[in-house]
């Protein structure tokens, strides 16, 4: 896909959609520098969960036996099991640093006239890109470095063709970044519908506390249904990973304010589209299969693929290269 939106934006440099895409390939590819923890100083630094402390500190859930999970079938099956989703048992922020987090994004927001969506189009939902925060980018270079990635690899530890993620996770690039807020109050913004993500792996790393009293908001969490339907809830500061590929929903929150910090990962030089259809179900059919989140809502679809789409669309018709439908799809895989 990259391969597909730099050849749209040699045709269009014109093409702001195009551009932005190529910004934020610029600031989340470059090999992270020690001395960026210092810019970001303040927002994270002080989480108990620092580099090389985390290896017994994951709580795994597993996929149910006898489903035909396509996720599995990105993990070397003796090593990772049916745990394809984790959550730390100590924080990787503290929650001076998710308020400082959350205070630049209200700040951020404010200053375009409000919370709105780079992302989804078809949901009701609001966000704010990290790119788009400078103070944010070296914040979350450094909290990948240091924290998120070594996690991952440990949570993680082989791939089903036999490769790692790195020592430290080294290999894992963040494709996207985003801070969603959920508003039970303002604007309706209660939840996600189920749906998979474009990702190797994703993160939710929780920015504030909920369903206790006085806390921000009530309800929240993510739905899994290889997990029998089970929400996955985290405290402020502490993050669940879990495979792209399963099916999941954002829990509708009850009451309140929710701030989560989102990413869709991506691991270098592993293409896993075709490892999705390679797991059996040993026992055939199974009716946890059939199951679906209590308010499905419908699809996600996000503006900015649909936006990128469409600007290689024009591209295309707007030169006189020849190429078919067959190479950009190959260029895609």
Known sequence: AYRVWDRGLELVPSDSRLSRQSGKRLCWDAPWRPEEGLLADGLVGAGACVLGDCAAEAEGFSVQEGIAERALGLFDAGQQGRALVFRSRQAFLTAEECRGVVGLCEAHASSRGGWGTVR?????????????????????????????????????????????????????????????????????????????????????IALNDGDGEGDAFGGGGTWFKALGGRVINAAAGKAVA????????????????????????????????????????????????????????????????????EAIDSADADTAEEDSDDDIFSALQ
């Open 120 to 204: 989804h189009s078809s949901v009701k939902t609001t966000d704010v890109a990290v790119e788009d925060i400078p103070q944010l980018r070296p914040w979350l270079r450094t909290l990948m470095a240091t924290r998120l990635a070594p996690f991952l690899a440990m949570c993680y530890p082989r791939l089903a063709d036999g490769s790692d993620l790195g020592p430290q996770g080294e290999r894992v690039r963040i494709h996207d970044a985003f801070v969603v807020r959920y508003d039970a109050e303002k604007d309706g913004s209660l939840s996600l519908p189920a749906h998979s993500d474009i990702s190797t792996l994703s993160f939710s």
């Open 242 to 309: 879990f495979a792209g590929p399963l099916r999941h929903a954002g829990h509708p929150i009850e009451r309140g304010t929710r701030f989560i910090l989102v990413l869709f990962l991506y691991v270098e030089g592993f293409r896993y589209g075709e490892l999705l259809d390679t797991v059996a179900c040993a026992g055939g059919a199974d009716e946890m299969l059939e199951l679906e989140h209590p308010d499905p809502g419908g699809h996600v679809v996000y503006k900015e693929t649909r936006d990128l789409v």
